[in-house]
Structures are given as structure tokens and as C-alpha cells.
């Protein structure tokens, strides 16, 4: 078996035929120790070579009996000194060469093919990204009253935690397993030059699970806790994040501006969250690596006494967390220097 399947990976690349596309048709005559029922129908032709095949493979793909192209190899001995197999390559049977066993050799030509160059972008962690996803949101001014809130427990509790029960208050129906995020509002952002609220930060402390419901009250369980629940807090349908978060990089020119710094701090540094004047109808959204720019300074030449423009520096990198249609909150992944309200975001800088 080892031997022929050497065989069959060695002879693969003189045996692409030009031929117009066709399907397998019964009335095709077929080589000496092949029947049609031998052959799957209908298949359509040509095979394409994939990254990883071998003619066995590609056998399997013709042949009922992947060993029955071993008949036709044997009626194809001249096939002697044959390239490896390149994805790509198209791969056809003719079963009108029946004196060749119904292959044909082709000599490969080389081709050259252009692409453009492709820039490897820097590896970004995003454990870090999805931590904040998990615990915070960002969300506009109309939703921070949520869906419901906790009413209380059984026992009269004030702080509950994971695995409690507790009563839901829901300003919309409920099903049982309904999951949702409990919250409470941060810091509002709004844009400093018009004064605009352009949305509120969330922090989640938990998840709580509906159970059932009876007279307008819904029972449900606390399945998770980032920190003590308490009667009051509000509800929001839990947000599903996507583990696969994939960075990438607006082609568009982009301009924005750094409009918040978590916990209303002066500056920012590396894993810090802040908010940024681009959002989706910036086309943001999660995973979108941005720069930050700090604002060049001036200064005299003393050759020709002239006040000279310095260029802005790249000081971050940031990537965005929770986009809203005028801004969105992002993770600070990189900083060489503090981060301030105002500094420039842009397209990440092509280092």
C-alpha cells in the first residue's frame, strides 16, 4: 500500500488535461479494468489540487475503489519523472484516451504570478479585550434604564452573589433561561466641542438567569458575579462576545480625537480604557486598531529664525471595545507616553 501510494503522490502533475469543462457521461468509453460502476457520476471536472492533497485523495474523489486508479497508472508508465502537487492544479480524466489508460500528459509551464505585498501586522493579545468585553459595555444614552431590575430575594437580602436566588422586575416579557447582564451606569461620555452626550459607560457585575415566573414577578438565579449584586440593579440582555475577535485596519483616512478616560482621570496608559470620537458610522467595531497622536510642537530655527511646525507623534495604539454610531470605547494596548482628552486618533501608524 505504502509503495502505491508513492506511486500515485509522485505522478500527480502531468496529469492535467485541457479539456473544456465537462461532467462524467455514461457513453464515455472507459479504460481496460474500469466499469462504470466503478466511477462516481455526475462528477463535475476538473478537480482542483488543495493544500495537503495526494492522488489518493484525489482517487477517492473519481473512484468508488480509490485502488482502481491504479489501473489506469499502469497504462500510463511514461508519467516517470513528475513535479510534486501544487494546489491549484486542475486535474482531469478522459476516458475517450483509451489507448493512454485515459490520462494525458501535459508539461507544466512556469508561471510567474503578482500579488501585492502583504504587511504582517504585529501580534495583538486580545485576552485583554475580551476580560473588558465581559465586564463592561458601552451603550447609548436611550438604553441606560435597561429591560428590569433586581427586585429582592426571599430572604430579604441586600448583596446577593452567585448562585442566589432572587425576584426580577421586567419592563418586557421574559422566558425561562433568558440570560441577562446586570449593570450599572458609569461615567457618561459626551463630545467636548459640542457638548453632546454620545453615550454611557456600563459596568457589568453579573449575569442572572430566569427561572419562572408568577403574578408579575419573575424568579431567577445569579449564574455569575464580577461583583455584589444589589437590589435595584438593572438588566440587560446578556451580550454574546465573540472569542474570535480578529484586530483589523481601516483602509479609510480617519480622524478623531481621545474624548474620555475612564474613571475621569487626566491621562491614560497601557491597558486603560478610553473613549474615542469615532464610531460606527466611522465603520467601527469591535477589533479596529487605531493609533493616538499627540500634537506636534513648535519651534525657532535658529538657521533662519523661523518658527518651524513640529509632526505629531504616535504615543498608542488602541483597539476598540463597544462601538456606538458617534464613538466608541477602546482598549489602550500600547503607549510610549500619557494619553490625554483631546490627542488625535487615527489609522494605525504602518511601523
Known amino acids: ?113 503578482a500579488k501585492p505585498v502583504e504587511r504582517l501586522e504585529a501580534k495583538i493579545d486580545t485576552s485583554l479585550l475580551l476580560t473588558a468585553l465581559a465586564r463592561q459595555d458601552f451603550v447609548s444614552p436611550e438604553a441606560i434604564d435597561g429591560v428590569g431590575y433586581i427586585l429582592g430575594s426571599q430572604e430579604e437580602r441586600i448583596n446577593y452573589g452567585a448562585n442566589d436566588h432572587v425576584y426580577i422586575k421586567m419592563k418586557q416579557a421574559a422566558h425561562a433561561d433568558d440570560l441577562f447582564d446586570v449593570f450599572r451606569t458609569g461615567d457618561s461620555i459626551y463630545d467636548p466641542d459640542t457638548g453632546d452626550l454620545v453615550g454611557v459607560l456600563v459596568e457589568h457585575l453579573g449575569k442572572v438567569k430566569v427561572t419562572s415566573q408568577a403574578s408579575g414577578v419573575y424568579r431567577g438565579l445569579i449564574t455569575e458575579t464580577f461583583e455584589e449584586i444589589s437590589r435595584g440593579d438593572r438588566l440587560k440582555p446578556a451580550k454574546d462576545v465573540n472569542t474570535r475577535i480578529t484586530p483589523s485596519y481601516p483602509k479609510a483616512a480617519l480622524n478623531g480625537k481621545v474624548l474620555y478616560i475612564r474613571n475621569n482621570a487626566a491621562e491614560a496608559g497601557q491597558n486603560q480604557v478610553i473613549g474615542i470620537s469615532l464610531g460606527i458610522k466611522d465603520g467601527m467595531k469591535a477589533g479596529t486598531v487605531l493609533s493616538v497622536y499627540r500634537k506636534g510642537g513648535s519651534i525657532e530655527d535658529k538657521v533662519t529664525g523661523e518658527e518651524v511646525q513640529l509632526p505629531d507623534e504616535n504615543i498608542g495604539d488602541v483597539m476598540v471595545l463597544v462601538a456606538q454610531q458617534k464613538a466608541s470605547l477602546a482598549l489602550l494596548t500600547r503607549s510610549s507616553s500619557a494619553v490625554n482628552i483631546g490627542d488625535a486618533v487615527r489609522n494605525q501608524v504602518r511601523r
Open 1 to 113: 500500500m505504502m509503495l502505491q501510494r508513492f506511486f500515485m503522490i509522485y505522478m500527480v502533475a502531468m496529469l492535467a488535461v485541457a479539456l473544456p469543462h465537462q461532467l462524467w457521461a455514461d457513453n464515455l468509453a472507459l479504460p481496460d479494468g474500469v466499469t462504470k460502476a466503478d466511477i462516481k457520476a455526475d462528477l463535475p471536472q476538473p478537480y482542483v489540487v488543495k493544500k495537503g492533497d495526494t492522488l489518493w485523495d484525489i482517487a477517492n474523489y473519481f473512484f468508488k475503489d480509490p485502488h482502481k486508479w491504479l489501473k489506469i497508472w499502469e497504462r500510463n508508465l511514461y508519467i516517470t519523472n513528475p513535479d510534486l502537487i501544487y494546489p491549484g492544479n486542475e486535474i482531469w480524466f478522459d476516458a475517450k484516451k483509451k489507448k493512454q489508460g485515459g490520462l494525458t500528459k501535459v508539461r507544466p509551464q512556469p508561471a510567474i504570478v
